[in-house]
């Protein structure tokens, strides 16, 4: 099965709204987890990770929850711009040093509406 | 698990000596995509093919890769002379449609130059 699941294919969200992304993951051996934004340039850009050891990290509009005895984690992007639109896919697995290796889910595809 | 099979896990290259790395992209998927993993967890998009024709790439890749996804085999990308700068986790991504809303990545191929 997906070892890392977004559920909502897509997300439409009122410029100056709360966008909150979710995603779930099958192995509670995971404690790396992450959100990568998607460019148009084709490239996923990494926006903000968190280790298990926390249940929340913020940096700037955006905040990271992780539930791990529900094995779930989300993404807030606070008063959400248009800008924010793109898709973005939640990443998880084994933290390792040096480079890291994920199960990634399928994709949100976001659109704020001015 | 991913359904996007890639092969080897793991390479390691002497400078100057070509890097071929393979991707099996999941069943019905026409659109596939390489991307290179840096160690800060940043994605550089290589190239991507719409069944076996190239849609997109860098200069870098159309420099220094030799790529194709010829019908009824794996794609590949190699590395024709590889650098030290080279060492990095590829993986490859197959979806749907070009625009890849939706995105199955494979678990990569970790290239090591020495």
């Known amino acids: 099965g997906q070892q890392v699941k977004q559920s909502s294919p897509s997300l439409t969200v009122q410029e100056g709204g709360i966008s909150i992304l979710n995603c779930d993951y099958e192995n509670d051996m995971f404690d790396y987890f992450a959100w990568y934004k998607k460019y148009p340039d084709n490239s996923p850009t990494l926006l903000i990770s968190?280790?298990?050891?926390?249940d929340k990290r913020e940096d700037g509009r955006l905040t990271v929850f992780l539930n791990k005895s529900g094995k779930h984690f989300s993404l807030h992007i606070t008063a959400s711009q248009p800008e924010d639109t793109a898709v973005y896919l939640c990443a998880a697995g084994p933290f390792n040093t040096g480079y890291q290796n994920f199960y990634f889910g399928k994709g949100t595809s976001l659109t704020v509406i001015p | 698990n991913s359904k996007v099979i890639q092969t080897p896990r793991y390479l390691v290259k002497g400078q100057g000596q070509k890097a071929k790395m393979r991707c099996i992209p999941e069943k019905g998927h026409p659109v596939v995509f390489w991307y290179q993993q840096n160690k800060n967890n940043e994605f550089k998009f290589l190239i991507n093919f719409q069944n076996q024709e190239v849609l997109q790439q860098i200069d870098m890749t159309e420099k220094r890769f030799s790529a194709e996804c010829p019908s009824n085999s794996p794609c590949s990308l190699e590395i024709q002379s590889s650098e030290a700068g080279d060492s990095a986790l590829y993986l490859c991504?197959?979806?749907?449609?070009?625009?890849?809303?939706?995105?199955?990545f494979g678990e990569g191929s970790r290239l090591i130059v020495v």
């Open positions: 991504a197959s979806s749907r449609d070009i625009s890849g809303n939706t995105l199955y």
């Open positions: 968190v280790r298990s050891n926390v």
